[in-house]
């Protein structure tokens, strides 16, 4: 039987924990967030978070810890070298993950530095289900390219398929032809495909991806950052899967890779990352890497009470009660708005609700960046913080055109056990209200561009004063209310 419980009849999610340290938020009013919006280059993530009310930015670092996690780092053992703390999580990776070689690293991307730094010549491809962004910037600061191979169907924003991030294995294994196996140093597999909405992979086509790289003795590499609700996915939608525990469906998906990497921020709510492998002599390719750009073996540029709570945080990965929070308000979150007519990436997935900017905002052209356009504007709106996925989050190709994204969405990430239900209600209410308001949002340009990750620290313009406009809107519907 499952864990999970849901009010009968309403599909409304109950909670099986409860909250014990609470922080007061602020509704700051929307002229205030106006000139927020102003100030931050109309890119959300240079808002400042005394100006947003709820923070659905991302689901990296903002989760909530449990209190046996809190209570954890009471008794780190703080030492250089080796630390009892590291002993810990390297028995926690080993039972969890089933890997007994652990390099622990400061975050996600740093494992993907050192992945990449060690294992990608110029020149070299890496066949994938879907880039990460930061994935992708390390494959190609080291000479790398990518192909991504999805399954047909996956990018369609209305879908019924409950395994959109599963990779094409007939494509897989033509592009493997095409390139070369000694030209394709690693396949990347990630669990929750983040960039396409949280869509997870079944364990039958992890299956068959292996059967590949076997075949053409080509390594497996899995992204793990989104693992845990990528085995909750599995067991409410995998038919083979249902009557397994989270414990034996992870081991399933981890013993399949050759390497598995994962950012700590979203798989054990804490901070940190690591690389594991049951591969004496990849561990070893990658060892002195370690030293080198994060620390210490034992430590790896995390502190001792961080890693304490990811070795607790990886063990309540296997609680599917636990785990189950986040997807199941995402649920209701998706399905209420898919209800309402208002465009999101369906089936729901994993990490937040994706709201489909290209039909939302239909008449701005996708130069003009819809989905950053469409982040601004509810958080002027809302002082709801969501996240551009879409043009702005690409890269310029190497001549500097601008490549569209294959979609463009807003994200509204719903961090792990944070947010109440009335506070999604809230999130509901005003995206319907700017839904029907939707025409008076415009466009966005570019006045400040980095040239790497730009959607971090970029600062753009509307191409008119429809923040204004809908800000004058907003007053006469709601009168003086926040
Ligand atoms: C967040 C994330 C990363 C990067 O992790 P950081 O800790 O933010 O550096 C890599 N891959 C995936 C799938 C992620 O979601």
């Not at 991307?109 to 066949?127: D, M, V």
């Not at 013993?255 to 709510?269: E, I, N, P, Q, T």
């Amino acid at each position: 039987m499952s864990d999970v419980k849901f009010y009968k009849g309403e599909d409304i999610p109950l909670e099986l924990h409860k909250v014990r340290v609470v922080q007061k938020l602020h509704l700051v009013p929307i002229e205030r967030r106006l000139d927020a919006i102003k100030e931050g280059g109309f890119n959300t993530f240079r808002l400042s978070t005394r100006d947003v009310y709820l923070d659905m930015l991302t689901d990296s670092g903002t989760n909530a810890m449990s209190d046996n996690q809190v209570a954890a780092m009471f008794q780190a053992d703080d030492a250089y070298a080796g630390s009892q703390s590291f002993a810990r999580l390297q028995k926690a990776v080993e039972e969890v993950l089933g890997k007994r070689f652990l390099l622990p690293v400061h975050q996600g991307r740093a494992a993907e530095n050192i992945i990449c730094k060690t294992f990608i010549k110029p020149g070299n491809l890496i066949p994938m289900n879907y880039h990460f962004t930061t994935a992708l910037a390390h494959i190609t600061e080291n000479g790398g390219k990518i192909a991504e191979l999805l399954c047909d169907g996956a990018l369609e924003i209305k879908s019924s398929n409950p395994f959109k991030g599963n990779i094409d294995i007939e494509k897989l294994e033509a592009c493997i032809q095409q390139n070369g196996a000694a030209n394709i140093p690693f396949i990347r597999m990630e669990a929750s495909t983040n960039l396409i909405g949280g869509q997870p992979f079944s364990i039958s086509n992890m299956m068959d991806v292996r059967r590949i790289a076997d075949k053409y003795g080509i390594m497996l590499v899995l992204d793990a950052s989104l693992l845990g609700e990528n085995a909750y996915l599995v067991k409410q939608r995998e038919e083979q899967w249902k009557e397994n525990s989270m414990a034996e469906i992870i081991k399933m998906m981890t013993g399949l890779a050759d390497l598995v990497y994962f950012s700590a921020r979203k798989l054990s709510s804490s901070r940190g990352g690591g690389i594991c492998t049951n591969k004496k002599e990849l561990y070893g390719k990658m060892e002195a890497l370690i030293p080198l750009y994060e620390g210490f073996l034992t430590y790896g540029g995390i502190s001792v009470r961080e890693i304490e709570a990811m070795a607790i945080g990886l063990y309540e990965t296997l609680d599917e009660s636990m785990i189950s929070q986040s997807p199941s308000f995402i649920k209701y979150l998706v399905e209420t708005l898919d209800s309402l007519g208002i465009p999101v990436v369906t089936p729901p997935g994993v990490l937040g609700c994706h709201v489909d900017a290209m039909q939302f905002c239909d008449h701005i052209p996708q130069s003009e960046y819809p989905a950053g356009a469409l982040a601004a504007a509810f958080y002027l709106i809302s002082g709801v913080r969501g996240m551009e996925r879409g043009t702005i989050s690409s890269v310029r190709d190497e001549h500097g055109v601008e490549i569209l994204a294959d979609a463009e969405l807003l994200r509204l990430a719903v961090p792990r056990r944070v947010f109440t239900l009335s506070q999604i209600k809230y999130v509901i209410d005003r995206l319907q209200w700017l839904y029907d308001n939707r025409k008076m949002i415009g466009g966005l340009t570019f006045v400040y561009e980095p040239p790497v990750l730009r959607f971090f620290m970029g600062g753009l313009a509307p191409t008119s004063d429809w923040p204004e406009q809908l800000m004058l809107k907003f007053r006469k519907d709601f009168g003086d209310s926040l």
